[in-house]
Structures are given as structure tokens and as C-alpha cells.
């Protein structure tokens, strides 16, 4: 599982019932469509691969990118650099965020600045956004920012609270590892008109892994990836770590 051979298979299936379709040409009268979007949480670098993995496969998708994420630096200069090339394969940039519990005013402006300081150190325009981990409240809420879109909107999302016999638009995610509210091979394309999957780049990978391998193996990347940072930043790191 988790495998690009995976994710081909799963692009393949969904190509055959519906069309894969950017955020900005969903609209309230469009019948059919898919909308794709990753939320990087550990590794860019694994963004980076994925982004490749579909430019192959001829589609476009939005990778969403964390500010102030405790595992890589959004705004380091390789980080960047990563961004304008994922950005360059046709795929959108969004910002990822976890606000805290503030007013609807208050959260406006709160992800307004921090797709203010994306845009300055990215040089492009950022013009949608997705919560990272989303409150109750932020989802009922549907926040909408003129100019800006929502990954998260009514547009593109179904919230609900119990038994809900007919979605408006699908939610697939592989969060923590597992697709916990359905695998997309396993979809009814019958009942299912229109679809978000959203999946995390850090789970994906050439090989594939269950989650405990899967983290060994991103473990190994950051640590190598530390190594030779720390490396280039100091004369007198003993070489032999780098082993």
C-alpha cells in the first residue's frame, strides 16, 4: 500500500468515472468533478516526488504548505526552492494552517497574514488555503475570504454532524496512514458525482510501507538530510557521522 503504483492505479480509476478539475473551475452548477490536494506535513521533499508522479500522469493538484510546522521550514531556501519546482510541474501552492480558536473576523486576518508571508518569500500569488486538523467550528463555519479560496468550502466540502444519507461531495483522506473513511479503489462511482481526495506525500512512497516502516524510512530521510545541513553549516562536524 501507500505506493506511487497505488496512487497511479487510484488517479486511473478516478479518470474513468470523473474529471480531475482544479478548485478554481469547481462551480456551483458543475455536475461532476474531482479535486485532489496533499497536505504536507513532514517532508517536502516527498511533495516534491508525488508532484512529479502526476505531472506523468497529466494532472494538475494543490500541495498545501504549513508555516509553522515543527518538522521542516517552509521558508528555508531549499524548501523553497522545492516549492517553485512543484509549483513549476502545474501544481497550485495553498496554505496549511492550524489557527487557534478566535472569531470569524479574527480568523479572516489570521490566514490572510500568513499567506501574506508566503507570498513575499514564494514571489507568487497563494490563493487558497485548507486547515490543518480543522475544528468543528471552522468547518460549520465554511470561512470564505474574498479572492481566496477554501479548500474547505461548500463548493468543495461536506460538513455534517451524524447520519448524513447523501453527501453533497465526497471526502476521501488517507490521514495517519489509513483511509479512514473509505479507500478510493473501493468507491461506488455510482453514487458518487463529486469527490475531494486529499492525501499526505509523506505516506507515499516508490516502495510502499505499512505505517511503522513508512516512518522508519522518512526518519532515515530527515536524518540524513540533517546530517549534511548540519554539515554544511560547520567546519568542525566530525565526517564520520555522515557514514
Known amino acids: 500500500m501507500f505506493s506511487y503504483n497505488e496512487y497511479k492505479n487510484i488517479i486511473q480509476l478516478i479518470e474513468q468515472h470523473l474529471p480531475i478539475i482544479d478548485f478554481a473551475d469547481v462551480t456551483t452548477t458543475e455536475r461532476k468533478f474531482c479535486v485532489i490536494r496533499h497536505d504536507i506535513e513532514f517532508s517536502i521533499d516527498r511533495a516534491a516526488r508525488l508532484a512529479e508522479v502526476e505531472h506523468q500522469l497529466g494532472i494538475s493538484t494543490t500541495y498545501t504548505v504549513q508555516l509553522r510546522n515543527n518538522t521542516y521550514n517552509a521558508l528555508s531556501e531549499k524548501n523553497i526552492k522545492l516549492i517553485h519546482y512543484i509549483k513549476s510541474l502545474g501544481h497550485c501552492i495553498a496554505l496549511h494552517q492550524n ?36 475544528k468543528q467550528e471552522q468547518l460549520a463555519m465554511y470561512l470564505d475570504i474574498p479572492g481566496k479560496i477554501n479548500c474547505y468550502g461548500k463548493e468543495y466540502f461536506h460538513y455534517f454532524k451524524g447520519d448524513v444519507p447523501e453527501l453533497n461531495v465526497t471526502y476521501l483522506a488517507d490521514s495517519n496512514h489509513q483511509w479512514k473513511y473509505g479507500h478510493p ?41 540533517m546530517l549534511v545541513d548540519m554539515e554544511s553549516e560547520n567546519k568542525a562536524f566530525p565526517k564520520e557521522l555522515l557514514l
Open 99 to 134: 489557527p487557534p480558536y478566535m472569531s470569524e473576523k479574527d480568523l479572516k486576518q489570521y490566514v490572510l497574514k500568513d499567506i501574506e508571508t508566503l507570498e513575499h518569500y514564494y514571489g507568487f500569488e497563494v490563493d487558497r488555503y485548507a486547515f490543518h486538523r480543522p
Open 185 to 225: 479503489i473501493e468507491l461506488d462511482f455510482n453514487t458518487v458525482s463529486k469527490l475531494q481526495l486529499n492525501t499526505h506525500p509523506f505516506s507515499w512512497t516508490e516502495h510502499g510501507y505499512e505505517n511503522y516502516g513508512n516512518f522508519l524510512s522518512l526518519i532515515e530521510e530527515r536524518k540524513k538530510e
